[in-house]
Every structure is written in C-alpha cells, then in structure tokens.
C-alpha cells in the first residue's frame, strides 16, 4: 500500500526565512511524486513534480530514495507562500492508479 | 476551458436524505476521481473512474456510489446521508489512464445535520 506522511500540521516562519515542509512516503515501487497547494480561497493546483526537477515560484523539491522522502524548500518565504500544503504519490495498486495525498501542512508566512 | 467544474458550491442536507454531486470536465480527460477533505486528514479518495463505464473503490467508498457514463460528467451519490459525510468534496480528472497530474474543481463543501 502507498501512503504519504506530512509530521507538520502547521508551520509558521517569518518573512524572509527559510522554509521546509517535511513529507516522507512508503510506496514499494518507483513512485512519482508531487506537491500540491491550496491557496486561502481557491482551488488546489499543482505546485511541482519530481519528475520534472523544476523551482516553482522559489519552490525546489528533491526526491531522496533513500530516505523516502521529498521535502518542499524555499531559502526566502514570502507573505504570499501562506497557504495548504500538500505532498501526493501517484502509483499503483491492484485495483488500479491512485493518488495518494498526505494529511498537509498549513504555513503561515509572517511579516 | 471551463476546466473541471463542480456544483452546488454548498449544501446542507440532513440525516438520511439523498444527493447528487455534479462534476464534469472538458479536457476529454480519462481519469476522474473525487476526494473528500477532512481537517487532519488530508485528500482522502472515494471513487475514480478510468474512462467511461469503468469506475473502482478509493480508499473511503462506503455511502457513496458512482458512475461514469460519458467522459465529460462523474456524478458523486450520496445514498442516505450522515453526519460523518460532513467534509468538502473535490473533484478531479488528469489525462490518460492513471492518477498523475490532476486539475481540481472548486469544492462543494457539504453539512449533514
């Protein structure tokens, strides 16, 4: 079974200052990984993929097989990062595909 | 693109009534899939279907059925509801066959009394 472990229900930093949030992931094969964000009032949306080694509005995210873990970065968090944070695993299952999100992670950027 | 849309945007229903959730997309879209989020608790999934005429259980099926007769729509029932259904109802479709990058509704937040 996939699962998806976010320890950081809620986070606050200050302007300015870095910023990890934590996700650590059980899966026993070669899983993709995401993370989402929810923004006070919208939609969730994809914020960035491991796959595709790519910074997201300052964002990075490194897969680390062996920690089984893909922590989201910022080296400089802005008022406008405060939002619901979520990391996601996409495998399969025997019934099929799934995405498989973690419980998230609620960072306040203050100024 | 409308995207993935979701209605009624809130609802309130009390202990035992029935109800539908409407979700549709057009990005001809394979896979659709709905959540329910829980403070804590994260996206938890219900149902998803991989295409038209084949659903399969999430993770928290029970109270909830499902169909999927045209590509575009992927209704969400509640057959007799209960106050633990209480939560916001997301849905979501990405392309091909499996659960990758997913593009979400905006959310029907739900109380069952």
């Known amino acids: 079974a996939q699962r998806v472990t976010q320890p950081e229900k809620l986070l606050s930093v200050f302007k300015g200052a870095p910023v990890e949030l934590k996700c650590n992931y059980s899966?026993?094969?070669?899983?993709?990984l995401f993370w989402y964000v929810q923004y006070s009032r919208q939609r969730l949306q994809l914020l960035l993929r491991h796959i595709s080694r790519e910074s997201i509005k300052g964002f990075t995210a490194d897969l680390n097989k062996g920690e089984t873990s893909f922590h989201l970065k910022k080296p400089f968090a802005q008022e406008e990062d405060s939002a619901m944070y979520y990391c996601a695993l996409s495998g399969w299952e025997t019934s099929g595909s799934r995405l498989t999100f973690g419980e998230g992670t609620q960072l306040t950027v203050n100024p | 693109n409308a995207g993935v849309t979701q209605t009624p945007k809130f609802q309130v229903l009390k202990t035992g009534q029935s109800m539908t959730l409407q979700c549709a997309q057009d990005?001809?879209?394979?896979?659709m899939s709905w959540y329910r989020q829980d403070p804590g608790m994260g996206l938890r999934l219900i149902h998803y279907s991989v295409g038209a005429g084949i659903t399969d259980q999430g993770e928290v099926p029970n109270g909830y059925n499902v169909s999927r007769s045209t590509t575009e729509d992927f209704p969400l029932r509640l057959l007799s509801a209960a106050p633990s259904q209480t939560s916001v109802y997301f849905c979501?479709?990405?392309?091909?066959?499996?659960?990758?990058?997913?593009?979400f509704g905006p959310g029907t937040r739900l109380t069952v009394t």
């Open positions: 979501a479709s990405s392309s091909g066959l499996a659960a990758y990058e997913q593009y």
């Open positions: 899966y026993s094969g070669s899983p993709e």
């Open positions: 990005m001809n879209h394979e896979y």
